[in-house]
């Protein structure tokens, strides 16, 4: 009797071998994927080489994907949103810079009370 673990190792890695069918459109992947999984329930051992292989693609893919789905939102989100505010923000055209002037003396009593 197989555990669920088996079981839900097997689904996977049989989904895995269907994208790859359909993806290279090549059936000896998945000839070569169906004995693998058939050896994979009879022996165990063969099953963790193919937990280790499906562990090493999706870490893989991990540091491909992440980034790519990260520049995504920043080039085609935040950068228009920002573009978009700068283009409508209200500026006062006499001000060409953001320096404020304040006349304030300093003497001893500024510098000991400054809060």
Request: glycine share 4%.
């Amino acid at each position: 009797m197989l555990n669920n673990n088996v079981l839900r190792d097997f689904c996977l890695l049989l989904l895995f071998g269907l994208i790859v069918i359909i993806y290279t459109e090549k059936w000896i992947w998945g000839w070569g994927l169906l004995t693998f999984m058939i050896l994979g329930l009879v022996l165990p051992q063969i099953q963790q080489y193919a937990q280790l292989f499906i562990n090493m693609v999706s870490n893989g893919l991990q540091f491909l994907i992440l980034p790519l789905i990260a520049s995504i939102i920043f080039f085609l989100i935040l950068t228009p949103i920002a573009l978009v505010y700068r283009l409508y923000k209200k500026r006062s055209l006499n001000k060409s810079s953001s320096f404020v002037s304040v006349n304030v003396t300093f003497n001893d009593d500024f510098f000991k009370r400054q809060w």
